[in-house]
């Protein structure tokens, strides 16, 4: 997010923002101080009607003067002394002590605020309507949300009086009061929920990471690998572009955090999520050629030492001409939340969802909803494991301070998210929080904030969560389809009672998020092998691991090793049966590079093959495979074994009856040239004449 100013005619500093991983800063600060130049002004309309102050001294207006000066050049400090010196000379200016509460607002002092709201109300209770809202605002701030509801609902009683009772106040308040009165059953709400679930927040320490990971410039977004070693965040300096950086742990400390390489461009990225089988990452890319909007969603795929490989814009519908931003991936990779600010939504950035259709492509994107967006901005969601509790920051619900974190559980029977309640202190202070983060472990949680205490801009900080805030536990399993007799991989669809399929990778691997103490019903139908069936109970687990399953699937024909031919003999060495005369044919299949299917040609060559040895014979059959000297010499071992398998399989599908199948895959030829004749299976049928 870059940001440039430029003053209007009336001198007031506007805000222009050219998006970035995340959106721009609420603009409630600077409408913020609009609305106390109006207050303010007004006192000038009325300074004859304060109480005890008919005459307004020349010192006293002169020193206002210079306080309202430096309120709107954002000068909060020196504005609080101008409003001081005004009350030392008239002590009962209500327009002063408003200016106070004001400037203790904008600094953030909300304990103060409160003080000097409540002097105004004190002094003239008919002073302002709009200062009742914002006394409860205060409060709520302060965590005094009891004294919040009372003041909401003073406010709301207050609304049924005509607009004049308050005086040019309540004249020049009525444009802001509407959005007030729109915000108001919201407030109203959030305090209640707040008094209710209080008890919930038990969070004791917010710790900051050190300046291995903070810096004097910006970082936010923290994403933590399942075992907590690996951090990837955002980092940015100054009105530079974003970048995507990594640290790790060693020796117990996070090494200094670096750019990840060969990732970054000249332009913003970062924001990322890996789904948490650890192979692929979501990340934010803004304005790279391929970029739709100012800013897209990208995914990586990430290799098993959790590097970057490659990575591309999502596909499907999540992406659009308008931003997209700071992706949530469920635990399984099947439902994408974003933050957008698409048509259709409440205003500001939104929060939407997708699903992935069965192509892997994301269908349309739909908002959450009323009760998760305000007209302001909410962004940076973050889906717990059990995809139940949704974590996110806003501007627009009733908050702490600039930005909170809030949270939200899934209503199954209302089938929506319930009212968001704000985590409180010490997570959320008067500053800005953002990029809220659960650790796969569900009790450590990671928050972005600009609180002063930190090395500068945002820090990344750490705490612990009570247990009542993940939800219910969910083990990260991760199985594995193998061929019984070789224990090579095999890709096939993973049937799961209640669940569909799932289809393995070329590693054979599958990764599946289940509920701890959850029985797994798995089943396996693939063709050259018997059919699989198993039960797995599956325990409560840590998830700095996974847990691991081992599904073997045994062949539906046997694999030998090479055995001479046995002569028959009797006690006296005696030959009873002598084997009749052999004879051998021989046939090379030929595959093309890193392939382990036939070609049509070569598909046609062996048949006919097949079908001379058809009504023969046959004694043995041997099957070797081999593969180039391109590229790892496990994986090309690998390839000539499922090079040589596929044969088999072509053969006993082919009714070529025969009790013994000799098959080998011996990796790769040497050969600086005619590497394509060393991609081959050489095929050898014995037969008894």
């Given at each position: 997010?870059?940001?440039?100013k430029?003053a209007?005619?009336?001198?007031?500093?506007?805000?222009?923002?050219?998006?970035?991983?995340?959106?721009?800063?609420?603009?409630?600060?600077?409408k913020?101080?609009?609305?106390?130049?109006?207050?303010?002004?007004?006192?000038?309309?009325?300074?004859?009607?304060?109480?005890?102050?008919?005459?307004?001294?020349?010192?006293?207006?002169?020193?206002?003067?210079?306080?309202?000066?430096?309120?709107?050049?954002?000068?909060?400090?020196?504005?609080?002394?101008?409003?001081?010196?005004?009350?030392?000379?008239?002590?009962g200016?209500?327009?002063a002590?408003?200016?106070?509460?004001?400037?203790?607002?904008?600094?953030?002092d909300?304990?103060?605020?409160?003080?000097?709201?409540?002097?105004?109300?004190?002094?003239?209770?008919?002073?302002?309507?709009?200062?009742?809202?914002?006394?409860?605002?205060?409060?709520?701030?302060?965590?005094?949300?009891?004294?919040?509801?009372?003041?909401f609902?003073?406010?709301?009683?207050?609304?049924?009086?005509?607009?004049?009772?308050?005086?040019?106040?309540?004249?020049?308040?009525?444009?802001?009061?509407?959005?007030?009165?729109?915000?108001?059953?919201?407030?109203?709400?959030?305090?209640?929920?707040?008094?209710?679930?209080?008890?919930?927040?038990?969070?004791?320490?917010v710790?900051?990471?050190?300046?291995?990971?903070?810096?004097?410039?910006?970082?936010?977004?923290?994403f933590?690998?399942?075992?907590?070693?690996?951090?990837?965040?955002?980092?940015?300096?100054?009105?530079?572009?974003?970048?995507?950086?990594?640290?790790?742990?060693?020796?117990?400390?996070?090494?200094?955090?670096?750019?990840?390489?060969?990732?970054?461009?000249?332009?913003?990225?970062?924001?990322?999520?890996?789904?948490?089988?650890?192979?692929?990452?979501?990340?934010?890319?803004?304005?790279?050629?391929?970029?739709?909007?100012?800013?897209d969603?990208?995914?990586?795929?990430?290799?098993?030492?959790?590097?970057?490989?490659s990575?591309?814009?999502?596909?499907g519908?999540?992406?659009?001409d308008?931003?997209?931003?700071?992706?949530?991936?469920?635990?399984?990779?099947?439902?994408?939340?974003?933050?957008?600010?698409?048509?259709?939504?409440?205003?500001?950035?939104?929060?939407?969802?997708?699903?992935?259709?069965?192509?892997?492509?994301?269908?349309?994107?739909?908002?959450?909803?009323?009760?998760?967006?305000?007209?302001?901005?909410?962004?940076?969601?973050?889906?717990?494991?059990?995809?139940?509790?949704?974590?996110?920051?806003?501007?627009?619900?009733?908050?702490?301070?600039?930005?909170?974190?809030?949270?939200?559980?899934?209503?199954?029977?209302?089938?929506?998210?319930?009212?968001?309640?704000?985590?409180?202190?010490?997570?959320?202070?008067?500053?800005?929080?953002?990029?809220?983060?659960?650790?796969?472990?569900?009790?450590?949680?990671?928050?972005?904030?600009?609180r002063?205490?930190?090395?500068?801009?945002?820090?990344?900080?750490r705490?612990?969560?009570?247990?009542?805030?993940?939800?219910?536990?969910i083990?990260?399993?991760?199985?594995?389809?193998?061929?019984?007799?070789l224990?090579?991989?095999?890709?096939?669809?993973?049937?799961?009672?209640?669940?569909?399929?799932?289809?393995?990778?070329?590693?054979?691997?599958?990764?599946?998020?289940?509920?701890?103490?959850?029985?797994?019903?798995?089943?396996?139908?693939?063709?050259?092998?018997?059919?699989?069936?198993?039960?797995?109970?599956?325990?409560?687990?840590?998830?700095?691991?996974?847990?691991?399953?081992?599904?073997?699937?045994?062949?539906?024909?046997?694999?030998?090793?090479?055995?001479?031919p046995?002569?028959?003999?009797d006690?006296?060495?005696?030959i009873?049966?002598?084997?009749k005369?052999?004879?051998?044919?021989t046939?090379?299949?030929?595959?093309?590079?890193?392939?382990?299917?036939?070609?049509?040609?070569?598909?046609?060559r062996?048949?006919?093959?097949?079908?001379?040895?058809?009504?023969?014979?046959?004694?043995?059959?041997?099957?070797?495979?081999?593969?180039?000297?391109?590229?790892?010499?496990a994986?090309?071992?690998?390839?000539?074994?499922?090079?040589?398998?596929?044969?088999?399989?072509?053969?006993?599908?082919?009714?070529?009856?025969?009790?013994?199948?000799?098959?080998?895959?011996?990796?790769?030829?040497?050969?600086?040239?005619n590497?394509e004749?060393?991609?081959?299976?050489?095929?050898?049928?014995?037969?008894?004449e």
């Open positions: 997010m870059v940001e440039s430029k209007d005619s009336f001198g007031h500093w506007k805000i222009q923002f050219s998006y970035g991983v995340y959106p721009p800063k609420t603009m409630a600060m600077s913020k101080i609009v609305l106390l130049f109006i207050y303010l002004c007004v006192f000038w309309l009325s300074a004859q009607a304060q109480p005890g102050n008919t005459v307004l001294t020349p010192q006293a207006a002169q020193y206002y003067r210079e306080a309202e000066e430096a309120l709107l050049r954002r000068d909060y400090k020196q504005a609080v002394k101008g409003f001081e010196k005004a009350l030392k000379i008239q002590p200016l209500t327009a002590n408003k200016g106070l509460a004001a400037c203790y607002e904008l600094l953030k909300y304990g103060k605020a409160v003080t000097y709201y409540e002097k105004v109300i004190a002094s003239d209770s008919m002073y302002s309507r709009a200062i009742f809202y914002q006394l409860a605002e205060a409060h709520y701030k302060i965590g005094q949300y009891d004294k919040a509801l009372q003041y609902r003073t406010y709301e009683r207050l609304l049924k009086q005509p607009a004049e009772s308050f005086g040019l106040h309540g004249e020049r308040e009525i444009k802001s009061e509407l959005k007030y009165a729109e915000k108001l059953p919201i407030n109203i709400k959030a305090s209640e929920v707040s008094l209710d679930s209080i008890k919930f927040v038990n969070v004791t320490d710790i900051n990471l050190g300046t291995a990971i903070n810096t004097q410039a910006d970082e936010y977004f923290p933590l690998s399942n075992d907590q070693q690996l951090i990837y965040y955002t980092h940015r300096k100054g009105d530079k572009d974003e970048d995507l950086y990594y640290s790790r742990i060693t020796e117990g400390r996070w090494r200094k955090g670096e750019p990840v390489k060969d990732f970054n461009t000249g332009e913003n990225e970062g924001m990322s999520t890996m789904v948490r089988d650890g192979r692929r990452m979501y990340f934010t890319a803004c304005a790279r050629q391929g970029v739709l909007g100012t800013c969603i990208w995914v990586a795929e990430i290799d098993t030492q959790q590097i970057i490989q990575f591309e814009s999502a596909t519908m999540v992406n659009s308008y931003w997209e931003s700071q992706a949530s991936i469920s635990c399984d990779g099947s439902v994408l939340f974003f933050a957008s600010n698409r048509k259709g939504g409440m205003g500001g950035a939104d929060l939407w969802y997708c699903l992935r259709g069965s192509d892997g492509r994301w269908g349309a994107p739909i908002n959450l909803g009323p009760k998760i967006n305000t007209p302001e901005d909410e962004e940076a969601p973050f889906i717990t494991n059990d995809g139940k509790t949704l974590y996110f920051s806003s501007t627009g619900h009733l908050g702490l301070g600039e930005q909170d974190i809030f949270m939200s559980w899934y209503d199954e029977r209302a089938k929506e998210w319930a009212t968001p309640i704000n985590l409180g202190p010490p997570v959320n202070t008067p500053y800005r929080e953002l990029g809220f983060f659960l650790s796969a472990d569900g009790f450590t949680g990671y928050v972005a904030s600009d002063p205490d930190g090395h500068g801009g945002m820090d990344i900080y705490f612990r969560l009570s247990d009542k805030l993940f939800g219910d536990p083990t990260f399993v991760e199985g594995y389809l193998r061929d019984s007799v224990m090579t991989p095999l890709e096939a669809k993973v049937e799961i009672a209640g669940r569909g399929a799932i289809q393995t990778g070329p590693d054979g691997r599958f990764f599946i998020c289940v509920g701890a103490d959850e029985t797994l019903d798995l089943g396996v139908q693939k063709r050259g092998y018997k059919p699989y069936h198993n039960d797995f109970v599956i325990p409560e687990w840590n998830n700095r691991t996974y847990y691991t399953l081992e599904l073997l699937l045994q062949p539906t024909i046997s694999f030998i090793a090479n055995i001479p046995v002569i028959k003999t006690s006296t060495q005696n009873v049966d002598k084997p005369s052999n004879r051998t044919f046939h090379t299949v030929f595959f093309e590079f890193d392939k382990h299917t036939m070609e049509a040609p070569e598909l046609s062996l048949d006919e093959f097949a079908k001379l040895m058809k009504n023969k014979k046959i004694q043995r059959v041997e099957i070797i495979g081999f593969s180039d000297d391109i590229g790892a010499e994986y090309n071992l690998r390839l000539s074994e499922e090079r040589a398998k596929g044969i088999a399989l072509f053969l006993v599908q082919n009714n070529i009856v025969v009790d013994q199948i000799y098959m080998e895959g011996k990796g790769e030829l040497d050969g600086k040239q590497k004749l060393n991609r081959k299976v050489e095929v050898r049928v014995m037969t008894i």
